[in-house]
């Protein structure tokens, strides 16, 4: 009967164990995240601004290269395009 507490504790201590250390990893990726300053959260932002306008023309280009029609001049020009995204 002893050991049934024993164990049980032994349960309770690791279950808690492993939520403290969670909520302790969760709490330092929110640090770390928001834990900046004004001006380190500005440049973050303006460099995501412009990958994320690299990436919209990318996707510009290859709808482009999906859509578009099948004549010479249009493949000459998709295929320069094509190499320009390389």
Known sequence: MENEYVLMV???TFVVGVSATEM???YLKIRQLGGGNERQ???KLTQLSLQNQVLIER???LERIVTDAEDNAA???LAQQIEALK
Do not use: R
């Open 41 to 43: 959260l500005e440049d």
């Open 24 to 26: 302790f990893k969760h």
């Open 10 to 12: 032994i349960m309770v």
């Open 75 to 77: 493949k000459t020009t």
């Open 59 to 61: 996707v510009q280009v």
